[in-house]
């Protein structure tokens, strides 16, 4: 059997390998978060430009009270993506659950966050699990004897095609169950120059946010992709409601990765991420879609970000 690492990097061989080989090259966006690769999105969360972060934070915080007495305590709360170091927080303070299950494909950052957070409650019981949330997972036994909250923040279901996300609320709702409520957080659709700009900053860090894919690939996957040849672009593709994040390449380029060979024209890219941005109406259908019944929205003043409550 293969360790979890060599699962991962066969896994990176094959997306990388198959999203080059497409009409239109691609490579999902989950392979940016690498060790560099986490922590320029750290770094992005505090850009001026990056709204999403701090204005979900503005709403969690501002709207607690409605929240802790919609949700109520004692609840087992998973937390999809393991823990957000400030989000999580405000909200294990505000709803006092019973148990905190914290899930993300990084063992490293999973141990890292719930020994963080176990210091800061103590009293907590917290369980872990490491597994990849996009796929079907077990919930450690305990979760049986509370009700269930998801936390799903951070817009994070914008990364997913329309159909991808139904399927995911889809799975959400097997895992946590009949009864459970789901909070989740979703990027409202609002100016454009606004939105490119969140996804192309000035400092140039999502540029870097999106190159180190390509240092991802040489590193990992014995690639010679020439990465100086790639500059990073961000477009709003008003059809699909989305931003899509590629690499354009400024020459005609020829690389290897695991000794396949692969061309782009100048002027051709590789699109490495979509984040679908919302109405505030076209969220809610996108939960009824994925089995959820939409319960409450919190919204901040201008209506960029959405933090919405729904029942299984
Ligand atoms: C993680 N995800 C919600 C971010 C987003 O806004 O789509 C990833 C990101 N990509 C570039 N900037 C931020």
Do not use: C
């Amino acid at each position: 059997m293969l360790a979890i690492s060599e699962q991962v990097d066969e896994a990176f061989a094959r997306d990388v390998l198959d999203g080059l080989a497409q009409k239109q090259p691609a490579v999902p966006a989950r392979w940016f978060y690498d060790e560099r690769g986490s922590a320029l999105f750290d770094d992005i969360t505090r850009l001026p430009e990056y709204y999403p972060t701090r204005t979900e934070l503005a709403i969690l915080s501002r709207s607690m009270g409605e929240i802790a007495a919609a949700v109520g305590t004692g609840r087992a709360v998973v937390d999809y993506g393991a823990g957000s170091q400030i989000k999580t927080p405000l909200l294990l303070e505000g709803i006092d659950p019973a148990l905190y299950v914290p899930v993300d494909i990084s063992g490293v950052h999973l141990r890292a966050s719930a020994e963080a957070l176990q210091q800061r409650f103590p009293d907590l019981a917290i369980e872990p699990v490491e597994a990849d949330f996009a796929k079907p997972f077990r919930l450690p036994p305990a979760v049986d004897r509370h009700p269930v909250l998801g936390f799903f923040p951070g817009s994070t279901i914008g990364n997913f095609v329309p159909a991808s996300a139904i399927d995911l609320l889809r799975s959400f709702r097997a895992t946590l169950g009949v009864d459970a409520l789901l909070l989740i957080g979703v990027d409202r659709i609002k100016d454009r120059s606004r939105l490119i700009e969140a996804y192309d900053d000035a400092q140039g860090v999502t540029a870097a946010f999106n190159r180190n894919l390509l240092e991802r690939i040489n590193r990992e996957l014995g690639g010679t992709v020439p990465i100086e040849a790639f500059r990073h672009e961000a477009r709003w593709n008003a059809m699909l409601s989305r931003v899509e994040m590629h690499l354009v390449a400024a020459r005609d380029v020829t690389f290897e990765v695991v000794g396949r060979t692969f061309r782009i024209a100048q002027g051709g890219s590789i699109h490495t991420e979509n984040s679908h941005k919302y109405t505030s109406e076209s969220a809610r259908l996108l939960l009824a879609a994925g089995g959820w019944t939409p319960l409450q929205e919190w919204t901040d003043g201008p209506g960029d970000f959405s933090l919405l409550l729904a029942r299984a």
